[in-house]
Structures are given as C-alpha cells and as structure tokens.
Nanobody, 115 residues
C-alpha cells in the first residue's frame, strides 16, 4: 500500500501562484510515475501533469507554460507549482502515484481561484 499526503491549495486571486506538495509513504519501492489530476464541479477528473521515473513529463494543454511539475526522489515527493492561475483552474487537485502497475490517489486538495 502507498499513502499520499497532500498539502497546499486554498484560495488565491486570479494571476496568483500556489504550490502543491504530495509526499508518498508505505510500499514505495518503485514509484513509476507521480503526478496530479484535477476535478472541477460537474466535470470529469482530468490530467494536469505527470512525471515518470525517467523524467518524462506530460502536461495538459490548458496548463502548459503556467504549471511546473517536479519531484524529489529522495523525499518521494512530487510538487506542482502553479503560476498565473485562472478561475478555470478552480478544482480539487488529486495527487496520483503509479507503483507496480497500481494507481494510488491522494485525498484531494481544493484550489479556488477568484476573479
């Protein structure tokens, strides 16, 4: 089992920045990928950014140039730096980890961007 603890999030004005963190613990002998999804009210959960253990990164088109994903392998932690936030970025952000083919999810953290 893998446990994920997220931090960050909250209320921010449009144009502002926030950083999310997610620390993994438990059976983490192989974290193949770490990343973030988000789900806005009434919408499906969507990929925001994900990074493989080899460093390959995928971003959603809507966040390219504004969000940056990074990871600290020594701390088993993944970060999401979010800049130039827009009201459309308002959502619950979920950390995700893939380990040995199993996908784990964090509890989610709310990010609200006011206009």
């Amino acid at each position: 089992q893998v446990q994920l603890v997220e931090s960050g999030g909250g209320l921010v004005q449009a144009g502002g920045s926030q950083r999310l963190s997610c620390a993994a613990s438990g059976s983490i002998s192989s974290l193949n990928a770490m990343g973030w999804y988000r789900q806005a009210p009434g919408k499906q959960r969507e990929l925001v950014a994900i990074m493989t253990i080899r460093g390959t990164i995928t971003y959603a088109d809507s966040v390219k140039g504004r969000f940056t994903i990074s990871r600290d392998n020594a701390k088993n932690t993944v970060y999401l730096q979010m800049n130039t936030l827009k009201p459309d970025d308002t959502a619950v952000y979920y950390c995700t980890v893939i380990s040995w083919g199993i996908t784990y999810w964090g509890q989610g953290t709310q990010v609200t961007v006011s206009s």
